[in-house]
């Protein structure tokens, strides 16, 4: 009897271990991007603050497929059905917040003593920021014979740099809320400041004196001194911000939040603010070049809406393609009289043309692949767009045709362009473990230069940064 009931309960013991609970599925697949707290890392919070209203199957969805255009993977072949369920339950738990406010904030403030007047070495209107994602570092390169002048541990960048009007300084926000800032004349870090425990993006002013960081967790807007890296005031009663951005010519921030149809202007000095009703949460936008509109949409649809922000209303909505449009990724251009601004569609292979202010689409283009980033610039005749596989498509402006590619290593993906200032040459990321940037010819579309990087995620230029 002894023997047969050892028998019995020591496979049933080991059927038992074999079912690991949420939490602990959790630790193995998830923690190390999405923090073991759940706060965020290299990717977004996992926390009901965080989800809005997005269902359990969406969650599960998003867990089992991936998602588009992120480094999210699908985990379909890896868990089970069950532990995907046990994974969204978890997920749906409170987590464990701590305070975040300006004594917080303080206690994690750093600056160093600036080295004024010095003149820079090289041009610092070709100067590029090279995120690399698979170091977490930033850095520093002279796009005249791109040489890396240095490089800084920067941590998980999302939004990329934003350099100061003076193009002197340049700010970094990191996934988990640190906002640094580096002196690019002497390279090196002169100040932080952990805006939260995790945060978005960042905007400066039109006069380089604030910074506007939307937060994610305690969710929010936070303003920042930017020459001191100091806190000025949290805006923390207006729900997630999804995107903050600065329009240059009216002296104010304009942020869009992410559960909410509608839109925060600040005013970079007084800081006061109007909202504007949008339609739709604008998870995407980008502002037009009289700053007059922005143009938005939300992750989950595709339609498009045009915001006037002077008469502080909706005035156009029309629908592009079956997926989300990434609008903040698009190119503008002049051809002909009138303004155009292009971009691909996450998840599909469509690349859709918009011409401004008659806010007519004039194209919709299909490509080889569903891409991320358009790019262009007013000296070149094409744009230049990825396709989420190894070739970069290029677009005639004036035909609105494919008329050419470039493909700078079969079988390795090919993603975001940029252009040195005058548009000679285009600077292309193979986003690889063992990646490279790449440069080209704009012209004769000939490879001349490749520089070893760890998935470079983006290069971003201190004159063609947009916003």
């Known amino acids: 009897m002894k023997r047969l009931l050892s028998a019995v309960f020591i496979p049933a013991m080991l059927a038992g271990s074999a079912f690991a609970s949420g939490e602990e599925l959790y630790g193995k697949h998830c923690a190390s991007c999405h923090h073991p707290e759940r706060y965020g890392l290299s990717a977004p919070p996992l926390i009901p603050e965080y989800f809005g209203i997005k269902k359990d199957r969406e969650l599960a969805s998003i867990i089992t497929n991936g998602l588009d255009a992120t480094q999210m993977p699908g985990f379909k072949g890896v868990l089970s059905e069950n532990e995907i369920k046990e994974i969204v339950a978890f997920i749906r738990t409170p987590a464990k917040m701590p305070a975040w406010g300006m004594e917080e904030m303080l206690s994690t403030w750093e600056l160093s003593m600036l080295e004024e007047g ?44 934003k350099f100061s009007p003076s193009l002197r300084d340049a700010y970094v926000v990191s996934r988990d809320g640190w906002i640094t800032k580096y002196d690019i004349v002497n390279l090196r870090e002169v100040g932080r400041l952990r805006a939260g425990i995790s945060a978005r993006n960042l905007a400066i002013s039109s006069d380089g004196k604030r910074l506007a960081v939307a937060t994610l967790l305690p969710e929010g807007l936070l303003i920042m001194d930017a020459l001191t890296m100091k806190p000025v005031k949290i805006f923390n009663d207006i729900g997630a911000v999804s995107s903050v951005y600065a329009l240059k010519g009216s002296g104010r921030f304009v942020a869009a939040l992410k559960d909410s149809p509608e839109v925060i202007l600040v005013d970079e000095n007084t800081l006061e603010t109007k909202s504007i009703a949008t339609g739709q949460p604008m998870t995407d936008f980008f502002i037009e070049p009289q700053e007059r509109y922005i143009i938005g949409t939300s992750r989950d649809g595709s339609e498009i809406t045009v915001v006037d922000l002077r008469e502080g209303k909706a005035v156009k909505s029309m629908k592009s393609g079956a997926r989300m449009p990434h609008l903040a990724s698009a190119a503008v251009w002049s051809q002909d009289g009138a303004v155009y601004a292009a971009f691909p569609h996450i998840g599909e292979p469509l690349f859709s043309v918009l011409r401004l202010y008659d806010w007519e689409l004039v194209a919709e283009i299909k490509m080889k692949g569903a891409g991320f980033f358009a790019r262009t610039h007013e000296y070149i005749p094409h744009i230049w767009v990825d396709t989420n596989t190894d070739t970069i498509q290029l677009i005639d402006k004036k035909t609105l045709k494919v008329v050419g590619e470039v493909t700078p290593e079969p079988g390795k993906k090919a993603m975001h362009i940029e252009f040195t200032k005058e548009g000679s040459f285009a600077l292309v990321s193979i986003w690889e473990e063992d990646g490279a940037v790449v440069v080209y010819d704009s012209r004769s579309l000939k490879p001349i230069k490749s520089l070893p990087f760890k998935k470079p995620v983006g290069k971003y230029n201190a004159t063609n940064k947009k916003f």
């Open 118 to 161: 010095r003149e820079a070495p090289y041009d610092l209107e070709n100067f590029f920021m090279v995120v690399e994602g698979g170091t977490g570092k930033v850095h520093f390169m002279d796009g005249a014979g791109f040489d890396v002048l240095g490089s800084v541990k920067a941590g998980a960048v999302h939004g990329g740099p």
